[in-house]
């Protein structure tokens, strides 16, 4: 079992400088980089896609591959998991993998995210170029929470 497109690099070394340089000295937020964040969850395949990808697409498990697997029945190996007690099975399109700009804030910091000293102005002030760059979400982990989920 592996998850697709889980964790590539998306930005690359410049274009995630240029939103770092904006942040004003001595805010207590960091952004540390951009990934590909899997909602609700990342697509699980099965030995079906990996099938299918072998007959039919020189081995190689693309997105066409898995959704041609889905065409015959193959499904997402989590939401089959999550069906058997009652959750939705979602097909490959409606997993959503958004480019998601990770900012770790202290440990200690406010719960509302309004009290983070220019984090509100620092977001409004990149958000043209975060657009153009195809972010489509921020997220806020704690210092160490965001150190633990690096392995
Ligand atoms: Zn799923």
Redesign the pocket.
């Known amino acids: 079992m592996s998850n697709a497109s889980e964790n590539e690099a998306v930005l690359s070394a410049e274009q995630l400088h240029a939103l770092q340089e904006q942040v004003p000295a001595g805010a207590v937020f960091r952004v540390v980089e951009a990934r590909k964040i899997s909602v609700?969850?990342p697509?699980?395949i099965g030995p079906k896609h990996v099938q299918v990808a072998a007959d039919k697409f020189n081995g190689r498990l693309t997105e066409e591959a898995i959704r041609a697997a889905e065409a015959q029945g193959a499904r997402?190996?989590?939401?089959r998991e999550?069906a058997r007690r009652g959750g939705t099975m979602?097909t490959y399109d409606q997993?959503e993998n958004n480019l998601t700009l990770m900012l770790t804030i202290p440990d200690d910091a406010p719960s509302d995210l309004n009290e983070i000293p220019g984090l509100g102005a620092y977001l409004s002030a990149i958000k043209p170029q975060a657009q153009a760059l195809g972010i489509q979400a921020f997220a806020f982990p704690k210092e160490q929470q965001y150190a633990k989920s690096e392995k």
Not at 76 to 79: A, N, R
């Open positions: 609700p969850h697509y699980c997402c190996d989590t939401c999550r979602l997993h």
